[in-house]
């Protein structure tokens, strides 16, 4: 009799779930274009639904196909889109009232697409609280270009499909929540987290990437703390500039874990160069060197723009120089343009400076000159941008060839850990005639206390260390290589470097023997054997 009770309580609970009136969402301008939910896959419990294209109206009724959820437990999951620049969000109605709250706790996930290859997906991490009751529910996707979806959209490009999960009681083991990066550097990084809410007996585990794919039950952590009350750990040993995702787990008893947590992103930070460097703006400038559109040397620049940009050296050709154009009228009033190197760290010897620059009328390889209070300066800050000190001004009494031209200058003075260079250039206040352009190229920081003889046979002591090394590879001497790549035991070009740094950074490369194959300016080229660890 108890048996059949249920039974009849299941179907009466079933029947009251499907019984509910839903809104049905639309997009007015459909899914046709790209903006669908493609595909839709949460690994973790083996689900999968693929290859859906656009649904008629924008909206598929999928609640014939059941997800198995655990409460307390986040699931990573992937939509696929045929267009960029997609929202999504995910709805789970757990009071089975027939509406989705548009916040917590039935807003479950938010995430957004990104180019990954030639496909568009969105990552996310779908959050199930601890809190909810055992039982069957609908769950909504929504997907919509450029704006958040909402349960009963109407607008916009998009889809949505809606689903049921059925969720199964939290675990014994819970995952913490919360975790954050903090002290970023360009090798390090602090994580942090919150307890998790069950007994956390031995302590916690993290799993650091350079991938977006989340860890499984069975993935190798990255490192672990001992004891509950330790809810922070730092991280080493990464890559500058690189995009690093986390996860954490629990460990409450040496055979239980939870599942690992939603992740947080990071990108660490610049690396300070140690010279020899030379950049010659192939591909204009890369994320380390910085913009900005307010201020003069007097102060501290600000802002994230700038008129410098990349063109052919003294308008020969299209590429491989930067360049500022300088010019008035009535409808373009007064600019200031920086052009901010990385950080250097010139502590370590006697080093100088040199670029190559040059002046043309606007879109010609005709002679020019400065207008009465135009204004280029190349600049040097010891404190990592704050204050700055003029090392060169070139105004209108400046006789600026249109041919190429050489500068250099000594940094013995100037033995900063922190030390920047920039080019400022300046239109001034006065409406002038005169429609210039001011190219920059080839800079660098080279060390001078090499002898001729040893600055001759500086490109047959090039080394490459640590060799093995993990993730970043450092070049002793790139003041002479025009191109680096690198190359695996079959022959097969791996990566390619058109702009070489001192570091560079191989950290998604499978253990084995690389030839590192070294294009010098002058034609020649050498190749290093390195090992991946």
């Not at 660098?444 to 002591?461: A, G």
């Amino acid at each position: 009799m108890k048996k059949n009770l249920l039974v009849g309580a299941a179907a009466l609970f079933s029947s009251f779930l499907y019984s509910q009136t839903y809104c049905t969402p639309s997009f007015a301008s459909g899914c046709t274009y790209g903006d669908q939910i493609d595909s839709f896959q949460i690994p973790s419990v083996a689900f999968s639904h693929t290859d859906t294209v656009c649904s008629t109206g924008a909206y598929g009724d999928f609640t014939s196909q059941s997800i198995n959820l655990n409460a307390g437990v986040n699931y990573p999951f992937q939509i696929t889109h045929g267009f960029g620049d997609q929202i999504v969000k995910i709805w789970i109605d757990f009071d089975n009232n027939g509406t989705f709250t548009d916040a917590a706790p039935e807003l479950v996930a938010t995430a957004s697409s990104i180019l990954q290859g030639n496909d568009n997906i969105t990552y996310g991490n779908l959050s199930i609280p601890a809190t909810v009751t055992p039982g069957t529910y609908r769950m909504r996707v929504g997907d919509r270009y450029s704006t958040d979806p909402i349960p009963c959209n109407t607008d916009g490009y998009g889809e949505a499909h809606d689903y049921t999960v059925v969720v199964g009681a939290a675990p014994s083991c819970i995952a913490p929540t919360a975790p954050t990066v903090s002290a970023i550097t360009a090798s390090g990084a602090t994580l942090s987290w919150t307890a998790s809410s069950s007994a956390v007996g031995v302590g916690y585990e993290y799993y650091v990437s350079t991938s977006q794919t989340a860890p499984t039950n069975t993935t190798q952590a990255t490192g672990s703390v001992t004891g509950s009350a330790v809810l922070t750990t730092p991280l080493s040993n990464l890559a500058p500039v690189t995009n690093y995702y986390v996860w954490v787990r629990s460990v409450c008893t040496a055979t239980t874990k939870s599942s690992w947590s939603v992740s947080t992103i990071f990108k660490t930070l610049c690396a300070v160069e140690v010279p020899n460097y030379t950049f010659d703006f192939t591909g204009g400038v890369t994320e380390c060197w910085q913009r900005a559109d307010a201020g003069t040397p007097a102060g501290t620049p600000s802002g994230n723009d700038s008129n410098w940009y990349e063109d052919g050296f003294l308008n020969n050709g299209y590429e491989g120089a930067m360049k500022v154009n300088l010019y008035s009228n009535a409808w373009v009033g007064r600019f200031d343009s920086w052009l901010i190197t990385p950080a250097f760290n010139l502590s370590g010897g006697a080093y100088q400076v040199k670029f190559d620059y040059g002046l043309t009328q606007y879109n010609s390889t005709d002679p020019s000159s400065l207008g009465s209070d135009d204004l280029v300066q190349f600049v040097i800050s010891q404190d990592g941008g704050t204050t700055w000190n003029v090392l060169q001004t070139w105004d209108a009494s400046s006789a600026v060839s249109n041919t190429s031209t050489p500068y250099s200058f000594s940094l013995a003075n100037y033995p900063g850990a922190n030390t920047k260079f920039a080019f400022y250039a300046t239109n001034g206040d006065v409406i002038d005639q005169n429609d210039t352009e001011f190219f920059i190229d080839n800079f660098t920081v080279e060390n001078t206390t090499l002898s001729t003889s040893e600055t001759n046979k500086i490109k047959d002591k090039i080394q490459a260390y640590p060799n093995p090394f993990a993730d970043v590879l450092n070049i002793t001497d790139i003041s002479g290589v025009q191109t680096i790549s690198v190359v695996d035991v079959s022959g097969k070009i791996i990566k390619s470097f058109n702009k070489p740094e001192t570091r560079i950074y191989l950290a998604g490369l499978p253990s084995g023997m690389y030839m590192i194959v070294l294009q010098m300016k002058d034609g020649s080229k050498q190749t290093i054997k390195a090992i991946k660890k």
